[in-house]
């Protein structure tokens, strides 16, 4: 139904009192739904995507991975921060070099559940 302003109101007031009592109860708070927000964010770039399929393979520096992509290192560099400060990806040391990998198998999840709806 629609008011003399076109605004779409419903034609009752709590009609399903249950389940908006339910869903308000079980609704994450606002600042874990803004993180979740801002963690698929960080999913919206395909240079993004294209560093973490390579690093499902193997752990790699930024040499190999900006190689592989045919990008300059800088380039891999910025993304490879937003992905480690998105908890998405880790690094550790050796020597000079610094490798990077996967934080966890819920990044893969996460792509992998991606791939699948866009296969559908």
Not at 14 to 22: L, N, P, W, Y
Not at 25 to 53: N, V
Not at 105 to 117: K, N, P, S, W, Y
């Amino acid at each position: 139904m629609t008011d003399q302003n076109g605004v779409e109101r419903c034609e009752f007031i709590h009609a399903h009192e249950d389940i908006v009592e339910k869903v308000t109860r079980d609704m994450p708070d606002d600042e874990i739904l803004y993180d979740l927000a801002e963690l698929f964010k960080i999913f919206g770039d395909s240079t993004r995507i294209k560093i973490l399929y390579v690093l499902f393979e193997s752990e790699m520096c930024v040499c190999d991975i900006a190689q592989l992509l045919n990008m300059t290192q800088s380039a891999i560099s910025h993304q490879l921060r937003a992905l480690k400060q998105s908890k998405l990806v880790k690094y550790r040391r050796e020597g000079k070099t610094v490798f990077y990998s996967l934080a966890d198998g819920h990044v893969r999840t996460i792509i992998d559940q991606g791939m699948e709806h866009v296969a559908e």
